[in-house]
């Protein structure tokens, strides 16, 4: 696998960007992952000089994240940020704990919400969905989990599935993989400690160094619609290390 990306996420508490930016060039990536704090408050002078410093490390960020309140209320200004920064893919990442749904109408209901709120950006061109965590795969009362709610709500949205948190969701990810394979246009790589370990990097690892058959999962993943692979660490101590093992790893595979 060549073009691996990092989601900027990993390296959100080892600032300076510009610092950021050159490690990842240097240890051999060629695509990242933006998240809305990045970009969304800045100017557009201060995008365009963002972008020159993808340019000056090789670097793209064909996909990016954005929070649904941007998303609903100013898709021109995304529009703007993406098509300024290269972006081709937006994906929805998080729902907050207050804002959840209960029940299987309300979880479609959101799916729906989703489905309209992304008609900006496909009538664009761009690809958008939704990206997961953990709840997304906990059962509601009638058995049933969120995400199928989400989709059948959202018969157009794309799925940037993040395997591991499938996993610490309590789900089989081979089988979501199976189900919604032409859904499935970017994955997250990242892997889980085993039991017990790495916990001042709340449970996570390097890709390659925990739990997750990765080699197996980008065999499975080979027959979805996947296009981006993205690196992600939710709080390394060293996002260099991540940066390093975890590209080798993903490129062995």
């Known amino acids: 696998m060549k073009d691996v990306s990092f989601q900027l996420y990993s390296a959100r508490n080892f600032p300076p960007l510009a610092e950021v930016l050159s490690a990842l060039g240097s240890a051999g990536y060629t695509q990242v992952e933006g998240y809305g704090a990045l970009y969304v408050a800045l100017t557009d002078t201060e995008i365009a000089e963002f972008k020159a410093g993808l340019d000056r490390n090789g670097l793209s960020m064909p996909t990016a994240h954005f929070g ?8 021109v200004r995304v529009l703007q940020i993406a098509n300024a920064l290269g972006i081709r ?40 969905g939704w990206h997961n965590h ?23 949205l794309s799925w940037e599935a993040d395997i591991a948190w499938i996993v610490r969701g309590g789900a089989d990810p081979f ?17 889980i400690a085993p039991k017990g370990e790495k916990t001042d990097e709340d449970g996570w690892a390097d890709v390659g160094e925990g739990t997750l058959d990765w080699k ?11 296009k981006y692979f993205i690196a992600e660490h939710d709080n390394p101590s060293d996002f260099r290390r991540f940066a390093k093992r975890s590209l080798a790893s993903i490129q062995s595979y």
């Open 134 to 156: 953990d709840f997304e795969f906990h059962a509601l009362a009638d058995g049933s989990v969120p995400l199928d709610h989400i989709f059948a709500g959202g018969p157009d």
């Open 216 to 226: 197996r999962l980008i065999g499975a993943l080979a027959s979805t619609s996947a």
């Open 68 to 75: 649904l309140d941007m998303l609903e209320k100013d898709p």
């Open 89 to 128: 893919a937006i994906y929805c990442p998080y729902l907050m704990p207050d804002e959840r749904p209960n029940d299987a109408a309300g979880w479609r209901a959101f799916g729906a919400r989703l489905q309209a709120a992304g008609k900006p950006f496909r009538d664009a061109g761009l690809d958008f």
């Open 175 to 191: 089988a979501w993989i199976s189900k919604y394979a032409d859904r499935i246009t970017a994955v997250h790589v990242k892997d």
